[in-house]
Protein backbone atom coordinates (compact mmCIF):
# COMPACT_ATOMS: atom_id res chain seq x y z
CA UNK A 1 0.00 0.00 0.00
CA UNK A 2 2.75 2.68 1.08
CA UNK A 3 4.50 1.61 -2.32
CA UNK A 4 1.41 2.31 -4.14
CA UNK A 5 1.14 5.79 -2.39
CA UNK A 6 4.79 6.37 -2.85
CA UNK A 7 4.10 5.95 -6.99
CA UNK A 8 0.79 7.56 -7.41
CA UNK A 9 2.77 11.04 -5.44
CA UNK A 10 5.09 10.24 -7.84
CA UNK A 11 3.11 10.10 -10.66
CA UNK A 12 1.20 13.02 -9.30
CA UNK A 13 4.14 14.98 -9.08
CA UNK A 14 5.22 14.26 -12.37
CA UNK A 15 1.76 15.42 -13.70
CA UNK A 16 2.35 18.72 -11.60
CA UNK A 17 5.73 19.44 -12.99
CA UNK A 18 5.37 18.60 -16.25
CA UNK A 19 1.69 20.95 -16.12
CA UNK A 20 4.09 23.42 -14.51
CA UNK A 21 6.79 23.15 -17.52
CA UNK A 22 3.56 23.02 -20.52
CA UNK A 23 2.12 26.38 -18.51
CA UNK A 24 5.75 28.29 -18.57
CA UNK A 25 6.16 26.77 -22.22
CA UNK A 26 9.16 24.56 -23.56
CA UNK A 27 11.48 25.46 -26.83
CA UNK A 28 12.74 22.74 -28.50
CA UNK A 29 16.39 24.33 -29.37
CA UNK A 30 18.29 22.96 -32.95
CA UNK A 31 22.10 24.02 -32.54
CA UNK A 32 25.62 22.48 -33.69
CA UNK A 33 27.13 24.01 -30.71
CA UNK A 34 28.71 20.72 -28.99
CA UNK A 35 32.53 21.59 -28.69
CA UNK A 36 33.72 22.46 -25.18
CA UNK A 37 33.40 25.93 -25.85
CA UNK A 38 30.35 25.87 -28.06
CA UNK A 39 28.75 23.83 -25.35
CA UNK A 40 29.80 25.99 -22.23
CA UNK A 41 28.19 28.91 -24.12
CA UNK A 42 24.92 27.74 -25.01
CA UNK A 43 24.32 26.57 -21.77
CA UNK A 44 24.05 29.96 -20.51
CA UNK A 45 20.88 30.88 -22.83
CA UNK A 46 19.77 27.45 -21.44
CA UNK A 47 19.99 28.47 -17.99
CA UNK A 48 18.76 31.81 -18.75
CA UNK A 49 15.27 30.62 -19.95
CA UNK A 50 14.96 27.99 -16.98
CA UNK A 51 15.44 31.16 -14.61
CA UNK A 52 12.53 32.48 -16.33
CA UNK A 53 10.32 28.70 -15.54
CA UNK A 54 11.06 27.59 -19.38
CA UNK A 55 12.20 24.34 -20.14
CA UNK A 56 14.56 23.81 -22.60
CA UNK A 57 14.58 20.87 -25.00
CA UNK A 58 18.18 20.49 -26.92
CA UNK A 59 18.16 19.35 -29.85
CA UNK A 60 21.58 18.96 -30.89
CA UNK A 61 23.44 18.40 -33.95
CA UNK A 62 27.50 17.70 -34.18
CA UNK A 63 29.55 18.77 -36.45
CA UNK A 64 31.21 22.03 -37.64
CA UNK A 65 29.82 24.85 -39.09
CA UNK A 66 26.15 22.91 -39.18
CA UNK A 67 25.92 21.33 -42.20
CA UNK A 68 24.46 18.16 -40.00
CA UNK A 69 22.81 20.43 -37.90
CA UNK A 70 20.78 21.78 -41.31
CA UNK A 71 19.67 18.14 -42.60
CA UNK A 72 18.28 17.41 -39.60
CA UNK A 73 16.34 20.15 -39.62
CA UNK A 74 14.80 19.78 -43.52
CA UNK A 75 13.86 16.33 -42.22
CA UNK A 76 12.03 17.46 -39.21
CA UNK A 77 10.52 20.23 -40.93
CA UNK A 78 9.40 18.17 -44.24
CA UNK A 79 7.46 15.88 -41.77
CA UNK A 80 5.44 18.56 -40.38
CA UNK A 81 7.25 18.70 -37.18
CA UNK A 82 10.21 21.33 -36.86
CA UNK A 83 11.63 22.80 -33.81
CA UNK A 84 10.54 25.73 -32.22
CA UNK A 85 13.86 27.39 -32.99
CA UNK A 86 16.56 26.67 -35.17
CA UNK A 87 20.54 28.32 -35.48
CA UNK A 88 20.11 29.05 -39.02
CA UNK A 89 22.12 31.59 -40.78
CA UNK A 90 22.64 34.17 -43.80
CA UNK A 91 20.38 33.58 -46.89
CA UNK A 92 18.94 30.24 -45.69
CA UNK A 93 17.19 33.06 -43.29
CA UNK A 94 15.35 34.30 -46.08
CA UNK A 95 15.01 30.84 -47.76
CA UNK A 96 13.18 29.89 -44.63
CA UNK A 97 11.04 32.91 -44.43
CA UNK A 98 9.71 32.88 -47.97
CA UNK A 99 8.22 28.91 -47.32
CA UNK A 100 6.01 31.76 -44.34
CA UNK A 101 7.04 29.51 -41.61
CA UNK A 102 8.39 31.55 -39.50
CA UNK A 103 6.83 34.03 -36.10
CA UNK A 104 7.48 37.53 -36.80
CA UNK A 105 9.63 38.98 -33.96
CA UNK A 106 8.82 42.62 -34.27
CA UNK A 107 6.86 42.98 -31.02
CA UNK A 108 9.93 41.92 -29.51
CA UNK A 109 12.49 44.10 -31.43
CA UNK A 110 10.43 47.09 -30.93
CA UNK A 111 10.10 46.57 -27.35
CA UNK A 112 13.48 45.90 -27.19
CA UNK A 113 14.85 48.47 -29.36
CA UNK A 114 16.42 46.33 -31.64
CA UNK A 115 17.14 48.84 -34.82
CA UNK A 116 19.05 51.32 -33.13
CA UNK A 117 20.95 48.50 -31.43
CA UNK A 118 21.86 46.40 -33.63
CA UNK A 119 24.65 46.98 -37.01
CA UNK A 120 22.20 47.92 -39.80
CA UNK A 121 24.35 45.15 -42.12
CA UNK A 122 23.51 42.44 -39.51
CA UNK A 123 20.00 43.42 -39.06
CA UNK A 124 19.47 43.21 -42.91
CA UNK A 125 20.24 39.84 -42.89
CA UNK A 126 18.05 39.00 -39.97
CA UNK A 127 15.17 40.68 -41.72
CA UNK A 128 12.52 39.49 -44.65
CA UNK A 129 10.70 42.07 -46.51
CA UNK A 130 11.09 44.56 -43.28
CA UNK A 131 10.58 42.25 -40.91
CA UNK A 132 12.58 40.80 -37.80
CA UNK A 133 12.36 36.93 -38.17
CA UNK A 134 15.66 35.67 -37.40
CA UNK A 135 17.69 37.17 -33.53
CA UNK A 136 21.58 37.40 -34.42
CA UNK A 137 23.71 36.14 -31.65
CA UNK A 138 26.80 37.25 -31.91
CA UNK A 139 29.78 38.38 -34.43
CA UNK A 140 32.57 35.61 -35.14
CA UNK A 141 35.40 37.12 -37.56
CA UNK A 142 37.10 34.03 -39.16
CA UNK A 143 40.96 35.60 -40.41
CA UNK A 144 42.81 34.30 -37.00
CA UNK A 145 45.73 32.29 -36.97
CA UNK A 146 45.49 30.49 -33.46
CA UNK A 147 49.56 30.18 -32.60
CA UNK A 148 51.54 28.59 -29.82
CA UNK A 149 54.10 30.83 -28.36
CA UNK A 150 56.27 27.96 -27.19
CA UNK A 151 55.86 26.24 -30.75
CA UNK A 152 57.24 29.35 -32.12
CA UNK A 153 59.99 29.72 -29.33
CA UNK A 154 61.19 25.91 -29.50
CA UNK A 155 61.44 26.00 -33.43
CA UNK A 156 63.23 29.79 -33.13
CA UNK A 157 61.11 31.04 -35.73
CA UNK A 158 58.87 34.47 -35.58
CA UNK A 159 55.45 35.48 -35.62
CA UNK A 160 54.71 35.75 -39.36
CA UNK A 161 52.54 39.14 -40.84
CA UNK A 162 53.38 38.33 -44.91
CA UNK A 163 53.25 35.08 -46.62
CA UNK A 164 57.41 34.66 -47.00
CA UNK A 165 57.39 34.72 -43.06
CA UNK A 166 54.39 32.38 -42.61
CA UNK A 167 56.28 30.10 -45.10
CA UNK A 168 59.81 30.73 -43.47
CA UNK A 169 58.24 29.80 -39.52
CA UNK A 170 56.51 26.91 -41.14
CA UNK A 171 60.25 25.82 -42.39
CA UNK A 172 61.64 26.21 -38.97
CA UNK A 173 58.57 24.37 -36.83
CA UNK A 174 58.78 21.42 -39.00
CA UNK A 175 62.63 21.23 -38.57
CA UNK A 176 62.05 21.44 -34.73
CA UNK A 177 60.04 18.38 -35.47
CA UNK A 178 56.60 19.92 -34.48
CA UNK A 179 53.60 20.46 -36.78
CA UNK A 180 53.61 23.98 -38.69
CA UNK A 181 49.41 24.04 -39.22
CA UNK A 182 46.95 22.10 -37.19
CA UNK A 183 44.36 21.51 -39.73
CA UNK A 184 41.38 19.48 -40.24
CA UNK A 185 40.31 18.36 -43.90
CA UNK A 186 36.84 18.57 -43.76
CA UNK A 187 35.28 20.94 -46.67
CA UNK A 188 33.64 23.79 -44.19
CA UNK A 189 37.26 23.58 -42.97
CA UNK A 190 39.32 23.91 -46.10
CA UNK A 191 36.87 26.82 -47.18
CA UNK A 192 37.10 28.55 -44.05
CA UNK A 193 41.13 28.69 -44.69
CA UNK A 194 40.73 28.90 -47.99
CA UNK A 195 38.68 32.68 -48.19
CA UNK A 196 40.99 33.79 -45.96
CA UNK A 197 43.63 33.66 -48.02
CA UNK A 198 41.22 34.79 -50.48
CA UNK A 199 41.54 38.35 -48.44
CA UNK A 200 44.94 37.83 -47.80
CA UNK A 201 46.39 37.91 -51.52
CA UNK A 202 43.37 39.55 -53.19
CA UNK A 203 42.44 42.40 -50.39
CA UNK A 204 39.05 43.91 -49.87
CA UNK A 205 37.88 44.59 -53.43
CA UNK A 206 38.90 41.28 -54.68
CA UNK A 207 37.23 39.35 -51.98
CA UNK A 208 34.11 41.49 -52.60
CA UNK A 209 34.08 40.59 -56.40
CA UNK A 210 34.97 36.95 -55.81
CA UNK A 211 33.32 35.93 -52.69
CA UNK A 212 30.11 38.10 -52.65
CA UNK A 213 29.52 39.01 -56.28
CA UNK A 214 30.94 35.79 -57.27
CA UNK A 215 32.39 37.44 -60.34
CA UNK A 216 33.56 35.19 -63.15
CA UNK A 217 36.59 36.84 -65.00
CA UNK A 218 37.63 37.71 -60.70
CA UNK A 219 37.57 33.70 -60.08
CA UNK A 220 39.32 32.81 -63.22
CA UNK A 221 41.95 35.38 -62.89
CA UNK A 222 45.93 35.15 -62.01
CA UNK A 223 45.31 36.54 -58.27
CA UNK A 224 43.09 33.30 -57.88
CA UNK A 225 46.06 31.27 -59.48
CA UNK A 226 47.73 32.95 -56.22
CA UNK A 227 45.54 31.84 -53.79
CA UNK A 228 45.55 28.35 -54.55
CA UNK A 229 49.35 28.22 -54.76
CA UNK A 230 49.45 29.35 -51.44
CA UNK A 231 46.58 26.85 -50.14
CA UNK A 232 48.67 24.21 -51.98
CA UNK A 233 51.45 25.25 -50.55
CA UNK A 234 50.01 25.27 -46.80
CA UNK A 235 48.96 21.64 -47.36
CA UNK A 236 53.09 20.92 -46.97
CA UNK A 237 52.83 21.81 -43.52
CA UNK A 238 50.19 19.89 -41.86
CA UNK A 239 50.34 16.36 -40.56
CA UNK A 240 49.09 13.22 -42.36
CA UNK A 241 45.63 12.98 -40.03
CA UNK A 242 44.56 15.95 -41.20
CA UNK A 243 41.87 14.51 -43.28
CA UNK A 244 38.51 14.45 -41.34
CA UNK A 245 39.77 15.77 -38.08
CA UNK A 246 37.28 18.06 -36.39
CA UNK A 247 38.32 21.87 -35.57
CA UNK A 248 38.51 21.55 -32.20
CA UNK A 249 40.84 18.87 -32.38
CA UNK A 250 43.16 20.84 -34.41
CA UNK A 251 42.62 23.36 -31.71
CA UNK A 252 43.84 21.00 -29.23
CA UNK A 253 46.82 20.49 -31.07
CA UNK A 254 48.09 23.84 -30.65
CA UNK A 255 46.36 24.19 -26.98
CA UNK A 256 48.41 21.24 -26.61
CA UNK A 257 52.23 22.34 -28.22
CA UNK A 258 51.77 19.39 -30.80
CA UNK A 259 51.10 22.23 -33.88
CA UNK A 260 52.24 25.75 -34.37
CA UNK A 261 49.03 27.46 -35.64
CA UNK A 262 45.55 27.13 -36.92
CA UNK A 263 43.40 29.08 -39.75
CA UNK A 264 39.99 29.53 -37.52
CA UNK A 265 37.01 31.62 -37.14
CA UNK A 266 36.90 32.87 -33.48
CA UNK A 267 35.05 29.84 -31.86
CA UNK A 268 38.30 28.73 -31.09
CA UNK A 269 39.35 30.87 -28.53
CA UNK A 270 35.99 29.36 -26.89
CA UNK A 271 38.02 26.07 -27.18
CA UNK A 272 41.39 27.66 -25.39
CA UNK A 273 39.19 29.38 -22.79
CA UNK A 274 36.99 26.15 -21.79
CA UNK A 275 40.95 25.02 -21.31
CA UNK A 276 41.80 28.02 -18.44
CA UNK A 277 44.00 29.39 -21.44
CA UNK A 278 44.50 33.01 -21.23
CA UNK A 279 45.34 35.23 -25.19
CA UNK A 280 49.11 36.84 -24.46
CA UNK A 281 50.42 34.62 -22.66
CA UNK A 282 49.58 30.67 -23.74
CA UNK A 283 48.62 31.44 -26.89
CA UNK A 284 48.39 34.24 -29.56
CA UNK A 285 45.75 35.06 -31.83
CA UNK A 286 47.36 37.04 -35.72
CA UNK A 287 45.32 37.79 -38.28
CA UNK A 288 45.79 35.74 -41.26
CA UNK A 289 48.56 37.50 -43.33
CA UNK A 290 47.66 40.25 -45.57
CA UNK A 291 44.43 40.95 -43.71
CA UNK A 292 45.12 42.66 -40.86
CA UNK A 293 42.93 45.33 -41.93
CA UNK A 294 40.61 42.71 -42.78
CA UNK A 295 37.10 42.02 -41.38
CA UNK A 296 35.67 38.72 -42.43
CA UNK A 297 32.35 38.38 -40.24
CA UNK A 298 30.30 35.12 -39.37
CA UNK A 299 26.96 35.77 -37.72
CA UNK A 300 25.41 33.30 -35.84
CA UNK A 301 22.00 33.70 -35.32
CA UNK A 302 18.46 31.41 -34.56
CA UNK A 303 14.85 31.55 -36.05
CA UNK A 304 11.70 30.48 -34.62
CA UNK A 305 8.95 28.55 -35.80
CA UNK A 306 5.31 29.73 -36.04
CA UNK A 307 3.68 27.68 -33.11
CA UNK A 308 0.14 27.62 -32.31
CA UNK A 309 0.48 26.64 -28.28
CA UNK A 310 0.20 30.19 -26.48
CA UNK A 311 2.76 29.22 -23.88
CA UNK A 312 5.68 27.75 -26.40
CA UNK A 313 4.77 31.31 -28.02
CA UNK A 314 5.29 33.23 -24.51
CA UNK A 315 8.93 30.94 -24.57
CA UNK A 316 9.95 31.79 -27.84
CA UNK A 317 9.57 35.94 -27.26
CA UNK A 318 11.91 35.14 -24.45
CA UNK A 319 14.42 33.15 -25.96
CA UNK A 320 14.61 35.82 -28.65
CA UNK A 321 14.74 38.86 -25.92
CA UNK A 322 16.95 37.35 -23.50
CA UNK A 323 19.53 36.61 -26.38
CA UNK A 324 20.09 40.36 -26.82
CA UNK A 325 19.91 41.37 -23.47
CA UNK A 326 23.14 42.51 -21.62
CA UNK A 327 23.62 39.91 -19.64
CA UNK A 328 23.41 37.56 -22.19
CA UNK A 329 25.63 39.12 -25.01
CA UNK A 330 28.00 39.22 -21.89
CA UNK A 331 28.48 35.70 -20.62
CA UNK A 332 28.01 34.22 -24.13
CA UNK A 333 30.36 35.84 -26.33
CA UNK A 334 32.74 35.20 -23.19
CA UNK A 335 32.48 31.80 -23.66
CA UNK A 336 31.91 31.55 -27.14
CA UNK A 337 35.16 33.62 -28.48
CA UNK A 338 32.95 36.13 -30.52
CA UNK A 339 32.10 39.42 -29.93
CA UNK A 340 28.41 41.32 -28.78
CA UNK A 341 26.28 41.80 -31.56
CA UNK A 342 24.67 45.14 -30.21
CA UNK A 343 26.16 48.19 -29.17
CA UNK A 344 26.23 49.34 -25.87
CA UNK A 345 27.62 46.09 -23.54
CA UNK A 346 30.44 46.53 -21.48
CA UNK A 347 34.16 45.79 -22.87
CA UNK A 348 35.73 45.13 -19.40
CA UNK A 349 34.92 41.13 -19.50
CA UNK A 350 36.66 40.68 -22.59
CA UNK A 351 39.81 39.52 -23.25
CA UNK A 352 42.64 41.14 -25.50
CA UNK A 353 41.37 39.14 -28.60
CA UNK A 354 37.82 40.21 -28.45
CA UNK A 355 38.85 43.92 -27.52
CA UNK A 356 40.63 43.74 -30.52
CA UNK A 357 37.94 41.88 -32.54
CA UNK A 358 35.64 44.64 -31.35
CA UNK A 359 38.03 47.66 -32.42
CA UNK A 360 38.67 46.44 -35.60
CA UNK A 361 34.79 45.39 -36.56
CA UNK A 362 33.88 49.24 -35.93
CA UNK A 363 37.19 50.53 -38.14
CA UNK A 364 36.40 48.36 -40.79
CA UNK A 365 32.52 48.61 -40.86
CA UNK A 366 33.76 52.75 -41.15
CA UNK A 367 35.36 52.27 -44.13
CA UNK A 368 33.07 49.88 -45.88
CA UNK A 369 35.75 46.78 -45.97
CA UNK A 370 33.88 44.37 -43.70
CA UNK A 371 33.78 41.23 -45.50
CA UNK A 372 30.88 38.57 -44.91
CA UNK A 373 32.20 35.08 -44.86
CA UNK A 374 31.25 32.93 -47.50
CA UNK A 375 32.40 29.72 -45.82
CA UNK A 376 29.80 30.37 -43.00
CA UNK A 377 26.96 31.51 -45.31
CA UNK A 378 26.91 35.85 -44.76
CA UNK A 379 27.50 35.94 -48.65
CA UNK A 380 26.68 33.99 -51.63
CA UNK A 381 23.49 31.36 -52.43
CA UNK A 382 23.82 28.26 -51.16
CA UNK A 383 23.82 26.89 -54.83
CA UNK A 384 27.03 28.91 -55.20
CA UNK A 385 28.69 28.47 -51.90
CA UNK A 386 28.13 24.38 -52.44
CA UNK A 387 29.81 25.28 -56.21
CA UNK A 388 32.64 27.11 -54.41
CA UNK A 389 33.02 23.95 -51.44
CA UNK A 390 33.41 21.54 -54.59
CA UNK A 391 36.25 22.92 -56.58
CA UNK A 392 38.05 23.98 -53.47
CA UNK A 393 37.90 20.73 -51.57
CA UNK A 394 38.87 18.59 -54.87
CA UNK A 395 41.50 21.03 -55.53
CA UNK A 396 43.30 20.62 -51.99
CA UNK A 397 42.59 16.76 -51.73
CA UNK A 398 44.36 16.46 -55.75
CA UNK A 399 47.05 17.37 -57.96
CA UNK A 400 44.96 20.00 -59.61
CA UNK A 401 46.65 22.64 -60.70
CA UNK A 402 46.42 25.87 -59.58
CA UNK A 403 45.48 26.98 -63.15
CA UNK A 404 43.06 24.51 -63.46
CA UNK A 405 41.61 24.98 -60.21
CA UNK A 406 40.58 29.08 -60.72
CA UNK A 407 39.35 28.09 -64.41
CA UNK A 408 36.86 25.69 -62.79
CA UNK A 409 36.25 27.93 -60.15
CA UNK A 410 35.01 30.27 -62.33
CA UNK A 411 32.85 27.61 -64.24
CA UNK A 412 31.71 25.80 -61.13
CA UNK A 413 30.16 29.15 -60.24
CA UNK A 414 28.50 29.80 -63.59
CA UNK A 415 26.55 26.95 -63.11
CA UNK A 416 24.98 27.66 -59.94
CA UNK A 417 23.69 30.82 -61.18
CA UNK A 418 21.71 29.09 -64.05
C1 LIG B 1 29.40 28.95 -36.46
C2 LIG B 1 30.03 28.92 -35.10
C3 LIG B 1 30.50 27.52 -34.79
C4 LIG B 1 31.40 27.02 -35.91
C5 LIG B 1 31.92 25.63 -35.69
C6 LIG B 1 30.33 28.36 -37.50
O1 LIG B 1 29.69 28.31 -38.75
O2 LIG B 1 29.09 30.26 -36.83
O3 LIG B 1 29.12 29.35 -34.12
O4 LIG B 1 31.16 27.51 -33.56
O5 LIG B 1 30.70 27.05 -37.12
O6 LIG B 1 30.90 24.71 -35.62
Redo the contacts with the bound molecule.
Keep these: MKRTMKSVIAALSMIALFAFNAAAGEVEVLH ?2 T ?1 GG ?1 AAAVQELKKMLQNEGHTWKDFAVA ?4 ANAMTALKSRAVSGNPPTAAQV ?1 GPQIQEWADLGVLTNLDDVAQAENWDPLVPKVVADIMKFNGQWVAVPV ?1 V ?1 RINWMWCNPEVFRKAGAKYPQTWDEFFAACEKIQKAGMIPVAFGGQP ?1 QEATAWESIVAGVGGTDFYIKTMVRADEPSLASDTMVKVFEIFRKIKKYTDKNAPGRD ?1 NLATAMVIKGEAGMQFM ?1 D ?1 AK ?1 EFTAAGKVPGKDYDALTVPGTADAFLF ?1 V ?1 SFIMFEVKDAEAKKAQKAMARLILSPDFQIVFNVN ?1 G ?1 IPVRSGIAEEPFDAVALKSMQDFAATARTGGLMPSMA ?2 MAVSPAVRGAMFDVVTNFYNSSMSPQDAAQKLAMAVKEAKM
Excluded: F, P, Q, V
Excluded at 63 to 66: D, E, I, L, R, V
Design positions: WWSEGGAGKNHWWGWGNDKSHE
